[in-house]
């Protein structure tokens, strides 16, 4: 499992005086960047061979600036050529939002799924929650 | 349901090429402000009576800047004090995300759900898809 | 001189009740657009040849979410390799901001500037303010 | 002066592979923290008495992703309520942008400018730079 502390931006929050919710898809997409560097650990951007297929978020509590927030990334479902990301947002002790991630392994000059190599598999493998 | 048009913005692009998936809340939310007026026609942010309990998007196709992009909206299933919007957003004749975002009529004042009033029920019920 | 008109979103506002500062950039490099498309006009982002070299925003009243926002964009100085783009954004009336960017020709294989050619200098020039 | 670590995003990216110029504010005003904390220990949004007049953002180089940033925030002229906020980020030893920003001591209630308390006024004056 990965950790990623973070402080909220005054620009993150909104007029409800909250953390905005269009805020947490950019945190966990942040969060997942050690998942990213399995693949790509340059994080080369003309090299990518990831693409994001679905997204999803619980919001359990509201999120405020001022008490910085921590993420735990983990790896759930691994298929052939796509994986689930499992991720915990929490805020002073209290569990502020859940997410899931379906990432597809993908061939961006052929435009479709491939399948994920079995040394980054085992990487993967190894941050299962 | 309810019809949002709008043109990606050079800022909704990321290093590679296309609209960041991060976009896409933003975009649903925007949508989605015909809903918010259902409940607060003046969009007095302090008057507030609705909060985001889960999203949700399944991303079908990339999205690209220089294409205008369009956004249907409907409700899902209604509750007592929660309900579910329903949005479809194409780029060039084709679907390139599904969303589904799950709201709480709630009372900040009392930290809590609050039933839907009928009024508002019977609003929501009309753009039931 | 061109005009955009824009909505502002619910996620632009911040914890003050109105809209954040720092989404004035992104309001203004959007209505930039006409200006791109002199020098690209298919927007292809891979033949992108402008750069920012500064931004300047005079914030001169607050802007807030349910009114739209009109943004005037003309040229100010234009110079070899560089040019001015002069911005005023207004809502209900009231000039809400000034923007003043400064735009580069820039030849991202060499990394270096590259004077602006003569057909599309003809067409900054008649956009002049 | 004050010193702000920060590791770009992914979707702090855009279409040209480099670190969008819109996201500067974001991090020039997130980086301005520890001077919003001289007027409000507490962050306190209900509270607040600062209002950004004016911001201007000089981008000297290319600001790329996987290389952590470093800003650094001191005072300039400090006037009877408003004040300037100096800003130099760096990345990879190289200096990617220079930043000024205008702060005005405001009272929203009033929705006028008010004179900076002797107090506050000494604590700028320990950050000239």
């Known amino acids: 499992m990965f950790i990623h502390q973070l402080e909220p931006r005054f620009a993150e929050t909104d007029a409800l005086g909250h953390i905005s919710n269009t805020i947490f898809p950019i945190w966990f997409e942040d969060?997942?960047?050690?998942?990213?560097?399995i693949f790509n650990?340059?994080?080369d951007v003309h090299n990518w061979t990831l693409i994001l297929a679905r997204q999803e978020i619980d919001h359990t509590a509201q999120?405020?600036?001022g008490k910085s927030v921590s993420i735990q990334t983990g790896l759930g479902k691994i298929g052939n050529s796509s994986f689930e990301v499992i991720q915990i947002a929490e805020q002073d002790g209290q569990v502020i939002a859940k997410?899931?991630?379906v990432l597809v392994h993908f061939d961006?000059?052929?435009?479709k799924a491939s399948p994920i190599p079995d040394d980054i598999r085992a990487q993967l493998e190894?941050?299962?929650v």
Request: glycine content about 4%.
């Open 63 to 65: 999120t405020f600036i």
């Open 31 to 37: 969060a997942r960047t050690p998942v990213f560097k």
């Open 126 to 128: 190894a941050h299962k």
């Open 41 to 43: 650990p340059e994080m």
């Open 108 to 111: 961006y000059e052929l435009q």
């Open 99 to 101: 997410g899931k991630a």
